[in-house]
């Protein structure tokens, strides 16, 4: 199993800016792919972005791109989230996950991908 530990969330106004961290530990050789979910108040959890720990291939989703980007440090096994250009709509609580992809060289942006989740971290945009 894996571990997962989220931090970096917290409030910031609209246009602001907050990078998530997701640390990993425990048997991270089990894994070959992190993503993001958020889940908003009365809402569906929904994937936010992935990325491949082994050759670093990204995926966004498309209420993000062009604003959030994934990266990693490999040394510290941890896995960022770079959220720039925040909404409100942005608000939600943002769950690392991690998981064996079943196609070697691609993440999927779906829950069933992964099987070791964080506890979630809030993020509140404010207007």
């Known amino acids: 199993q894996v571990q997962l530990v989220e931090s970096g969330g917290g409030s910031v106004q609209a246009n602001g800016s907050l990078r998530l961290s997701c640390a990993a530990s425990?048997?991270?050789?089990?894994?070959?792919?992190i993503a993001w979910f958020r889940q908003a108040p009365g809402k569906e959890r929904e994937a936010v972005a992935a990325?491949?720990?082994?050759?670093?291939?990204?995926y966004y989703a498309d209420s993000v791109k062009g604003r959030f980007t994934v990266s990693g440090d490999k040394a510290k096994n941890t896995v960022y989230l770079q959220m720039n250009s925040l909404k409100p709509e942005d608000t939600a609580i943002y769950y690392c996950?991690?998981?064996?992809?079943?196609?070697?060289?691609?993440?999927?942006?779906?829950?069933?991908?992964?099987?070791?989740w964080g506890q979630g971290t809030q993020v509140t945009v404010s207007s």
């Open positions: 990325m491949h720990t082994d050759i670093t291939t990204t």
């Open positions: 996950a991690a998981g064996l992809s079943t196609t070697y060289w691609t993440c999927r942006l779906a829950s069933g991908e992964y099987n070791n």
């Open positions: 425990g048997y991270t050789a089990s894994i070959n792919c």
